[in-house]
Nanobody, 116 residues
């Protein structure tokens, strides 16, 4: 069974940082690009970042460029997203997904709330 379990979200002050994790199981992690997306209340899903299977290529949306860092540990089947200099607009549910932007499976998400 394919599983993606996100963790690391929480309440943080504006300007603060968080590190999100996504534990993957049930598939060959190293065979897939992996992606982070988010959804703020009342808004559509927003793609944030994608990383290649070996972690040597990363791409970012403008909203997170310079503030967010995607990475992966293929020995632990874990995907990460480091969030820095958080703003109130970053408040959303954050999801990891298997695949590139056209992903085919998504986890349940972890909530990030940024207080001003």
């Amino acid at each position: 069974e394919v599983q993606l379990v996100e963790s690391g979200g929480g309440l943080v002050q504006s300007g603060g940082s968080l590190r999100l994790s996504c534990a993957a199981s049930g598939f060959t992690f190293t065979a897939y690009d992996m992606t982070w997306v988010r959804q703020a209340k009342g808004k559509s899903l927003e793609w944030l970042s994608t990383i290649s299977p070996l972690g040597d290529t990363t791409v970012y949306a403008e909203s997170g460029k310079g503030r967010f860092t995607i990475s992966r540990d293929n020995t632990e089947n874990t995907l990460y997203l480091e969030l820095n200099n958080l703003k109130s607009d970053d408040t959303a549910m954050y999801y990891c997904a298997r695949g590139p932007r056209t992903y085919n499976f998504r986890g349940q998400g972890t909530q990030v709330t940024v207080s001003s």
